[in-house]
T-cell receptor, first 114, second 110 residues
Framework: SAVISQKPSRDICQRGTSLTIQCQVD?????MFWYRQQPGQSLTLIAT?????????ESGFVIDKFPISRPNLTFSTLTVSNMSPEDSSIYLC???????????FGPGTRLTVL | QQPVQSPQAVILREGEDAVINCSSS?????VHWYRQKHGEAPVFLMI?????EQKGHEKISASFNEKKQQSSLYLTASQLSYSGTYFC???????????FGTGTRLKVLA
């Protein structure tokens, strides 16, 4: 399975600022996904990022708030813009492998907004 | 619509068995199961595809009832390492996007 790393692992940010989260994979993958997991909750898909095309956002998530880049097949970034305390969550990237779209997750970025 | 898992939480003694259920309101093509330990990322356990194919963990089995849009995860002879929160992820035909279930917290006691 792919090895996925994320930076930063955690951060504490002030309201109104932005944070960019990086996701690096050790192999080339077509699809990368960004999820949000609020404390004690399940995972919610934010967007799907394919290399060479615009990210596809899920209902409730917009590009202005969560811009995503996917410059190549091993890397993606998610920016959380104009942050508020409600954005405090764990943000995870994942990639899919295998015929059945098995997903493997990065270690996550724990974001706290004050 | 988010799949509903039951039970929400379960406590076991080592060696006991458990069943976790995942129910969807939509037609399913595949179901994934994951385990997440506190402070860690979800770890892939099992995938079940429409038609009966499955692939996953040695000591964990699962079933997929396509007609009922349900899946069940069977944990037998539980070990302390099985503790964590279990999530199902479901996808319909023709989609690569998985919707994760509500989660089941499982704790195994010595």
């Amino acid at each position: 399975s792919a090895v996925i790393s994320q930076k930063p692992s955690r951060d504490i940010c002030q309201r109104g600022t932005s944070l960019t989260i990086q996701c690096q994979v050790d192999s080339q993958v077509t699809m990368m996904f960004w999820y949000r997991q609020q404390p004690g909750q399940s995972l919610t898909l934010i967007a799907t990022a394919n290399q060479g095309s615009e990210a596809t956002y899920e209902s409730g998530f917009v590009i202005d708030k969560f811009p995503i880049s996917r410059p190549n097949l091993t890397f993606s970034t998610l920016t959380v813009s104009n942050m508020s305390p409600e954005d405090s969550s764990i943000y995870l990237c994942s990639v899919e492998e295998g015929r059945g779209y098995e997903q493997f997750f990065g270690p996550g970025t724990r974001l706290t907004v004050l | 619509q988010q799949p509903v898992q039951s039970p929400q939480a379960v406590i076991l003694r080592e060696g006991e068995d458990a069943v976790i259920n995942c129910s969807s309101s939509k037609a399913l093509y595949s179901v994934h199961w994951y385990r997440q330990k506190h402070g860690e990322a979800p770890v892939f356990l099992m995938i079940l595809l429409k038609g009966g194919e499955q692939k996953g963990h040695e000591k964990i089995s699962a079933s997929f009832n396509e007609k009922k849009q349900q899946s069940s995860l069977y944990l037998t002879a539980s070990q302390l390492s099985y503790s964590g929160t279990y999530f199902c992820g479901t996808a319909g035909s023709g989609t690569y996007k998985y919707i994760f279930g509500t989660g089941t917290r499982l704790k195994v006691l010595a």
